[in-house]
């Protein structure tokens, strides 16, 4: 009886195994063998100091290869993982193996017959160079992070033409120049963009709206982001991003929006259609050449959690519509030219006086008062001044003129 007992709960364990991976119930699936050698290939065009890739062998199933993660289903190759991880802490001392493991080379045209790679993972690396051609065709990629390495030049427009279900887009800390291109903002679904840290130049062009996904308030959980289907989906729950300027790391990022464009040398003012974007959550314009006025209506953006737009040239004083932004919990306005008074009654009292010095402001939480900068006798001393400089000036004419009729009489 105890054995007739043993063997349902045998039989009923391999069922729900079966049930809930049924992949690993019976031999996994091979994977495809054109796809195979063009991973063969590719490695062929890495350098690869540390031997990471050992596994990548011919006659194997690239299916249990490192880095690759396949569909359980058909065997095609979903996701090419290939970062290296930068050391987070005892950077002196991992600093050389990091180095070691650090992947380059060429990227090459093989990665083409990859007809169904979604997601694509090349950051912390030394790969150098024009961004990649031979991704003009990969329109399945949905995930992109390139950070972290040595890519130069231009971002060529046709990233937004052809990769059209991109859902994250990072280029942070690389040498990328010239105009961030208007096709970029045609990416409709667009979750997170990240910029950050090039040398990229130019406005911020008004196109920007067309991030529609970010146009609208999302409220639906995406817990699939990065592929669908068949056991093998790269779930949102495995992406982790560290967003700049927060404390905390999201783990589900379905609902998380977010431009990230510091650290460049962008100029001109910050667009109006910007504020459109009423569903984005993380915006950090910071270390830029940017000037003129923050947009007026900058409170539309009622999703904002985190906005930085520190070490710019802006003026003007802080809109009153940013008293709005109801789920802001993390600003920074400081180093800039902004001047007048801090709105009163709104959460902006309840940032750190940090988030504001380097201007002409004034009121809580800054410590000087706004009646001693507007006093009466601040007033009559910047009249005196004013008309000193009146009288200098008539002065200096006056002179000039008597030099003129000299000079004329000779």
């Given at each position: 009886?105890?054995?007739?007992?043993?063997?349902?709960?045998?039989?009923?364990?391999f069922?729900?195994?079966?049930l809930?991976?049924?992949?690993k119930?019976?031999d996994?699936?091979?994977?495809?063998?054109?796809?195979?050698?063009?991973?063969l290939?590719?490695?062929?065009?890495?350098?690869d100091?540390?031997?990471?890739?050992?596994?990548?062998?011919?006659n194997t199933?690239?299916c249990?290869?490192?880095?690759?993660?396949?569909?359980?289903?058909?065997?095609?190759?979903l996701?090419?993982?290939?970062?290296?991880?930068?050391?987070s802490?005892?950077?002196?001392s991992e600093?050389?193996s990091?180095?070691?493991?650090?992947?380059?080379?060429?990227?090459?045209?093989?990665?083409?017959?990859?007809k169904?790679l979604s997601?694509?993972?090349?950051?912390g690396?030394?790969?150098e160079?024009?961004?990649?051609l031979?991704?003009?065709?990969?329109?399945?990629?949905?995930?992109?992070?390139?950070r972290?390495?040595?890519?130069?030049?231009?971002?060529p427009?046709?990233v937004g033409?052809?990769l059209?279900?991109?859902k994250?887009?990072l280029?942070?800390?690389?040498?990328?120049?010239?105009?961030?291109p208007?096709?970029?903002y045609?990416l409709?679904?667009?979750?997170?963009?990240?910029?950050?840290?090039n040398?990229?130049?130019?406005?911020?062009p008004k196109?920007?709206?067309?991030?529609?996904?970010?146009?609208?308030?999302?409220?639906?959980?995406?817990?699939?982001?990065?592929?669908e289907?068949?056991?093998?989906i790269v779930?949102i729950?495995?992406?982790?991003?560290?967003?700049?300027g927060?404390?905390?790391v999201?783990?589900t990022l379905g609902?998380?929006?977010?431009?990230?464009?510091?650290?460049?040398?962008?100029?001109g003012?910050?667009?109006?259609?910007?504020?459109?974007l009423k569903?984005?959550?993380?915006?950090?314009?910071?270390n830029n050449?940017?000037?003129?006025?923050?947009?007026?209506?900058?409170?539309?953006?009622?999703?904002?959690?985190?906005?930085?737009l520190?070490?710019?040239q802006l003026y003007?004083?802080i809109?009153?519509?940013?008293?709005?932004?109801?789920?802001?919990?993390?600003?920074n306005l400081?180093?800039?030219?902004?001047?007048?008074k801090i709105?009163m009654g709104t959460?902006?009292?309840?940032?750190?006086?940090?988030?504001?010095?380097?201007?002409?402001?004034?009121?809580?939480?800054?410590?000087?008062?706004?009646?001693?900068?507007y006093?009466?006798?601040?007033?009559?001393?910047?009249?005196k001044e004013?008309?000193r400089?009146?009288?200098n000036?008539f002065f200096?004419?006056?002179?000039?003129?008597?030099?003129?009729?000299?000079?004329?009489?000779?």
């Amino acid at each position: 009886m105890a054995f007739c007992d043993n063997a349902a709960v045998f039989i009923l364990i391999f069922l729900l195994t079966l049930l809930l991976n049924p992949c690993k119930a019976f031999d996994q699936v091979l994977c495809i063998p054109n796809e195979r050698q063009a991973l063969l290939t590719f490695k062929q065009h890495l350098l690869d100091p540390s031997n990471r890739l050992a596994s990548w062998s011919s006659n194997t199933n690239c299916c249990n290869w490192t880095s690759i993660v396949c569909d359980h289903v058909t065997g095609h190759i979903l996701r090419l993982d290939l970062k290296t991880s930068i050391p987070s802490s005892n950077w002196n001392s991992e600093y050389d193996s990091y180095d070691r493991s650090r992947l380059g080379g060429e990227i090459h045209l093989s990665i083409l017959d990859l007809k169904s790679l979604s997601y694509l993972d090349l950051s912390g690396n030394y790969f150098e160079g024009d961004f990649p051609l031979c991704l003009k065709n990969s329109n399945k990629l949905v995930f992109l992070d390139f950070r972290e390495n040595q890519f130069s030049r231009i971002i060529p427009p046709w990233v937004g033409d052809t990769l059209l279900n991109l859902k994250v887009f990072l280029l942070t800390s690389n040498k990328f120049s010239g105009k961030i291109p208007c096709q970029m903002y045609s990416l409709s679904s667009l979750h997170i963009l990240d910029l950050a840290q090039n040398n990229l130049t130019g406005p911020l062009p008004k196109c920007i709206n067309h991030l529609s996904f970010m146009v609208v308030k999302n409220t639906t959980l995406e817990s699939n982001m990065y592929g669908e289907g068949n056991g093998a989906i790269v779930p949102i729950t495995n992406a982790l991003l560290e967003l700049k300027g927060r404390d905390d790391v999201y783990w589900t990022l379905g609902l998380i929006t977010s431009i990230d464009l510091s650290n460049n040398k962008l100029f001109g003012e910050i667009p109006r259609e910007i504020t459109t974007l009423k569903g984005l959550h993380f915006l950090n314009l910071s270390n830029n050449l940017l000037s003129g006025e923050i947009p007026q209506s900058i409170g539309n953006m009622g999703s904002l959690e985190s906005m930085d737009l520190s070490k710019n040239q802006l003026y003007g004083e802080i809109p009153l519509s940013m008293s709005n932004l109801n789920f802001l919990s993390k600003l920074n306005l400081s180093f800039n030219n902004l001047r007048g008074k801090i709105p009163m009654g709104t959460q902006l009292q309840s940032f750190e006086a940090s988030c504001f010095v380097g201007n002409d402001l004034c009121g809580p939480p800054l410590p000087n008062n706004c009646t001693d900068l507007y006093s009466p006798l601040n007033h009559d001393k910047n009249d005196k001044e004013a008309k000193r400089n009146e009288i200098n000036w008539f002065f200096c004419e006056h002179v000039i003129g008597i030099c003129f009729r000299i000079l004329g009489n000779n």
